[in-house]
């Protein structure tokens, strides 16, 4: 699903964000990156989505080999990703049904269909009733839940997270989470960059440490008693 092959990114300035990484994660596995600000988490998921291009190494994503992709293929291969941000990052002059709506528009679903997948989407985080709400009007962790609708709206097969309970409190963080839960429970790849400690223990996940740009460990889920 994805699979880093000895990955480096550099950038000009000569500043190595990566070094060396490999690691494979896949369908229906939930992992955290996790490290110090600064480890190279958000470069990570930037690499996954083609925001950014290795410098060495072989990244492969759904089977698309990112190292070379063309501007066609990587617009296709973002449709296969469901993004969640810390922020949200909804629009707030427009209602949950049009914010969840946004990423079927851009690739010209029929409005029938895209109907059906905004509600389907929305059902499943809980927000149904919602959908005519304005994101004001919702508490932290609802406005985090529509931003996953949003992600999952086209069915994607990998979700990345950056740092998505970041701004939410323990209860608000757990509902989140069992969200992420029901996706990766139907087969989807979910990876979350986070630094919640605490979080990342009781979920008892694969966990992949960087520091320093490096993969200091790769801790598999403790054996179930």
């Known amino acids: 699903m994805i699979k880093f ?28 990156i996790t490290g110090h600000s600064g480890a190279g988490k ?43 941000f810390q922020d949200h ?45 304005f994101p004001e009007a919702l508490s932290g962790g609802e406005q985090q839940r529509v931003g996953i609708a949003r992600a999952v709206v086209n069915r994607p097969s990998i979700i990345l997270a950056d740092e998505p309970t970041g701004n939410l409190d323990p209860g608000l963080s757990a509902e989140v989470i069992r969200v992420f839960q029901q996706f990766q429970s139907v087969g989807v790849c979910l990876l979350v960059a986070s630094h919640d ?16 740009g490096k993969l200091r460990a790769d801790q598999k889920p403790r054996p179930k008693a």
């Open 5 to 32: 092959d000895n990955v480096s990114k550099r950038y000009a300035d000569g500043q190595e964000a990566l070094s060396n990484i490999s690691f494979e994660v896949s369908h229906g596995e939930f992992a955290f």
């Open 42 to 84: 958000s470069t990570l998921l930037k690499l996954i989505l083609a925001m950014e291009t290795p410098s060495s190494g072989q990244l492969i994503a759904n089977g698309v080999n990112l190292n070379r992709v063309s501007t066609t293929q990587i617009a296709r291969h973002r449709r296969q990703i469901g993004t969640v």
């Open 89 to 133: 990052q909804l629009l707030h002059d427009r209602t949950v049904y049009d914010n969840v709506a946004l990423p079927l528009e851009i690739c010209g679903y029929q409005p029938n269909d895209a109907a059906r997948r905004v509600r389907a989407a929305l059902d499943k985080v809980g927000l149904l009733n919602k959908e005519k709400s």
């Open 197 to 212: 400690a605490a979080l990342i223990e009781r979920l008892n996940c694969r966990k992949i440490v960087l520091e320093g």
